[in-house]
């Protein structure tokens, strides 16, 4: 039969990410909180699904059809989450490229700001935001946070210390949360820092 | 009024019709050449595809482009596709699309883009200022290589 081979099939990708014409390069990545999918446009970081399924159609739209799974755009990223989900890494340092404007961008930028280890409540997200009244429009944010992980809105609990919700499940939030907790007690611990 | 079919993500226009890309340039240039010819055709659809304005006819379009490369490698002077083309020749036909699969063979003999203009206007039935831009020529020049591939085909059929 002919068909294309594996061989051939990787051969055009990388062709493809090398002409720069690809509006947005994707690929998947395994973690220890599942497979993830990552986006990436040449100006940064696009999404990070925990679905590895996740339909291409709203990508499309926000950045252009030129999409095509390929690995070496993505592997700065892949690089950087490797490093982090082994303790290594608290900080990324990636450029992004959201869609995103108004008060969802505002928030995504206090969202940023909450460090690596520490909690915050989605109260305390809306008062740094000006708009203190505004938690559950942050739960709408962090719900719809196109770049879990990398903006950590695991780090934003309930007010009474539940973990409420996470696009990922709640499975991977207390996840992220222990791997968060535990490198830190590990550097305290450590008498070489 | 026509549907409006929005233009897939690449990567699904890709994986729906990679293999009936590879297999017509497999039939016209033996696996080894149409790798290359492969990895040309789908290149220069990512360039043209932020150009279409509807997802319709994608099949059709991304044949008619490789259609186009085969061309091309045909008219380069050293090349040996001719002879590679026997050999392949003689395997099944790997379109799944039974109009254009029966085209292909009918028209296996004719000059190449006479062939390419009857596949793509009796096959796919793709207009002639289309079938023209594909093949880097004009509206009249495709209309005339049909209709020159369709009386060669009677005048074959009828020896």
Not at chain 1, 34 to 45: D, K, N, Q, W
Not at chain 2, 128 to 137: E, V
Request: hydrophobic share 40%; with cysteine; proline share 7%.
């Amino acid at each position: 039969m002919n068909t294309v081979s594996p061989e051939l099939d990787r051969r055009f990708r990388d062709a493809a990410a090398a002409t720069g014409l690809l509006d947005v390069a994707y690929d998947l990545v395994d973690s220890p909180v599942g497979t993830l999918l990552v986006a990436v446009s040449e100006r940064g970081l696009c999404k990070i699904s925990f679905d590895p399924d996740d339909r291409l159609e709203p990508l499309a739209r926000a950045y252009g059809t030129r999409i095509l799974r390929t690995a070496k755009p993505v592997d700065p990223v892949r690089r950087q989450l490797d490093e982090y989900f082994e303790g290594e890494r608290h900080d990324f340092e990636l450029p992004l490229d959201l869609t995103v404007s108004g008060f969802y961008a505002q928030v995504l930028d206090e969202l940023a700001r909450v460090p690596y280890g520490e909690t915050t409540t989605y109260g305390a997200l809306a008062a740094r935001t000006g708009h203190p009244k505004a938690a559950r429009a942050i739960g709408t944010v962090m719900h719809n946070n196109p770049v879990p992980i990398v903006l950590p809105c695991h780090r934003v609990i309930g007010s009474t210390g539940s973990l409420t919700g996470y696009g990922g499940g709640l499975e991977a939030k207390r996840f992220l949360l222990e791997l968060e907790r535990g490198a830190t007690l590990f550097q305290v611990e450590s008498p070489s820092r | 009024m026509m549907e409006v079919v929005t233009v897939p993500p690449f990567e699904s226009f890709y994986e729906e019709h990679r293999d009936a890309v590879f297999g017509l340039l497999a039939r016209r240039l033996g696996r080894g050449r149409a790798e290359d010819a492969f990895q040309e055709t789908f290149i220069r659809a990512l360039r043209a595809y932020p150009r279409l304005e509807h997802g319709r006819h994608l099949r059709a379009w991304v044949l008619t482009i490789a259609e186009r490369i085969a061309i091309d490698e045909y008219r380069k002077p050293n090349n040996t596709s001719a002879h590679e083309h026997m050999e392949f020749g003689l395997e099944a036909p790997p379109e799944p699309e039974a109009a254009y699969a029966e085209l292909a063979d009918l028209t296996d003999r004719l000059p190449p883009t006479e062939r390419a203009a009857v596949v793509l206007r009796y096959g796919y039935d793709l207009p002639y200022d289309q079938i023209g831009r594909a093949l880097g020529s004009s509206e009249e020049a495709a209309r005339q290589a049909a209709s020159s591939g369709v009386r060669r085909l009677r005048r074959e059929g009828a020896q």
